[in-house]
């Protein structure tokens, strides 16, 4: 199983990024895609995730309306489309594989996805 995220970098404030989620070595309609971010200091974010068999959603609050998550069942990929960054955005962002999607396991940052990516960094400088 691999998970392997892009797309990072470094914006400024109001700026946009979109992160590609690659997934590969498992059923990958069968499962949940999540991503949290870890910022120094602070604790884990959970702040999206999808049903990838219906195209499901959540956000957490602090990315709702700035963030679209979406998949590409051809290309095994979910993307996370970051508009409106700010500075609190910054942080680095990490996919997972899940079995559920929902404002209770984004509450804890995905604490019990199956599997990862090596994470990927996103500055916004203001």
């Known amino acids: 199983v691999q998970l392997v995220e892009s797309g990072g970098g470094l914006v400024q404030t109001g700026g946009s990024l979109r992160l590609p989620c690659a997934a590969s070595?498992?059923?990958?309609?069968?499962?949940?895609i999540g991503w949290f971010r870890q910022a120094p200091g602070k604790q884990r974010e959970g702040i999206s995730c999808?049903?990838?068999?219906?195209?499901?959603?959540y956000y957490a609050d602090s990315v709702k309306g700035r963030f679209t998550i979406s998949s590409d069942n051809a290309k095994n990929t979910v993307y996370l489309q970051m508009n409106g960054l700010k500075a609190e955005d910054t942080g680095v962002y990490y996919c997972?594989?899940?079995?559920?999607?929902?404002?209770?396991?984004?509450?804890?940052?995905?604490?019990?996805?199956?599997?990862w990516g090596q994470g990927t960094q996103v500055t916004v400088s203001s």
């Open positions: 999808i049903y990838i068999i219906n195209g499901e959603s």
């Open positions: 070595g498992f059923s990958f309609d069968d499962y949940v």
């Open positions: 997972v594989s899940d079995r559920a999607c929902s404002p209770a396991r984004m509450l804890g940052g995905f604490d019990k996805a199956d599997y």
